[in-house]
């Protein structure tokens, strides 16, 4: 059962917008049910560009019921439907607000004719109601008016579920209260992720980094983000579309590439840490810093030249270590130098590796 609908607000600042005017029209799929139809007294001006677009006015209002003196209908209603509406995320947030000043939780299930239009009627110049209803042909009167639009919206979307012939669109378009498909969505990304010490990759549609995260066990990091309900956590939440990660096998590398990649990648949704360059020497003018690595028989390996940190990476055969030429093939150059001796001096000031070995050779 589906509750189609539009609402005609007082416009004005976000969650600020009063109701001016709700239609709602009860529909099986086949015809429409049931229909609630009123104007709201929204106990606010309404502003002057929305009196010209829609022709309500404040004087209109005046003796129209209040929104609590309506809200037990429209809960009844839409009660075990799923809301319909050209724009479904304006709509939804507004009857939500309006229920929230009520101390009411409204919560059910939302489809976007916008969205569905542009999944199913390919090709069209505009999707804005009166623009798409006018390309195919469907009546629409008394537009701006919740009524109008409210049955305009029906129309398009009984078309809508005629061209859905797999009947698959549509129930994938559904946007659930409690966000089921999302957190499924996580779900299986983290799924094939390692309890490890590491550093993880959260790539957009594009496959673009949009995030970056290090811990000592990646999964639980990456799970404790999927959970978080701030808003910058809610926005990776909603463009991850794959994950990726890097072993490290150590806290210094685990340090070092994550600020290192941060710098290279900038992520759209990580802070950006400013570092205190150091600018003092390492005590030795040429050495190797060797730690363990990802696996038993590996060394993590930091090369550092004439006090530079010039490179980083593995080594698993102690020639490798021992023959500078072959040791700087196999290592990755670091760019970012200031960087990775800010990250190394102050690792080492506080932390022991495995060993640090002089080279008088280089």
Not at 5 to 30: C, S
Not at 163 to 190: G, M, S, V
Not at 281 to 297: C, M, Q
């Amino acid at each position: 059962m589906y509750a189609i609908l539009d609402i005609e607000t007082t416009g004005g600042k976000f969650n600020e917008e009063g109701i001016t005017e709700i239609a709602i029209y009860k529909f099986d799929g086949q015809e429409i049910v049931d229909q609630f139809i009123s104007l709201i007294n929204p106990e606010k001006p309404i502003q002057e560009f929305v009196v010209r677009l829609t022709g309500i006015n404040n004087k209109m209002l005046k003796n129209a019921p209040k929104f609590y003196e309506v809200a037990k209908r429209i809960v009844e209603i839409t009660k075990n439907c799923i809301i319909v509406a050209h724009n479904s995320a304006f709509d939804y947030r507004i009857l939500r607000t309006e229920f929230d000043r009520l101390g009411y939780d409204f919560e059910r299930n939302t489809l976007c004719t916008v969205e569905l239009s542009q999944a199913l009627i390919l090709d069209q110049p505009s999707y804005s109601l009166g623009k798409l209803t006018k390309s195919l042909g469907i009546p629409i009167t008394d537009r701006h008016r919740a009524t109008g639009d409210a049955l305009a919206t029906v129309k398009l979307f009984k078309l809508l579920l005629t061209k859905d012939n797999k009947k698959t669109i549509i129930q994938n378009a559904i946007k659930y209260f409690d966000k089921r498909l999302e957190k499924q969505k996580l779900k299986n990304l983290i799924e094939e992720i390692p309890a490890v010490l590491g550093v993880y990759y959260i790539h957009d549609t594009n496959g673009k980094v949009i995030y970056i995260g290090k811990g000592k066990n990646i999964k639980s990091e990456i799970n404790n983000l999927f959970i978080k309900t701030s808003r910058r956590s809610v926005r990776v939440q909603e463009r991850a579309t794959s994950v990726s990660f890097d072993k490290t096998g150590n806290e210094l590398f685990t340090r070092l590439k994550y600020y290192l990649e941060l710098e290279a990648l900038t992520p759209k949704f990580n802070f950006k840490k400013k570092f205190k360059h150091v600018f003092d020497n390492f005590n030795n003018d040429n050495f190797l810093i060797i730690d363990k690595g990802r696996e038993v028989e590996e060394h993590a390996v930091v090369l550092i030249e004439n006090n530079e940190v010039s490179s980083y990476g593995y080594t698993n055969l102690a020639f490798q270590e021992n023959n500078i030429d072959i040791l700087k093939s196999i290592l990755t150059t670091i760019e970012e130098k200031q960087i990775a001796k800010t990250v190394i001096k102050n690792y080492l000031n506080r932390n022991k590796v495995k060993k640090i070995i002089r080279l008088d050779n280089l």
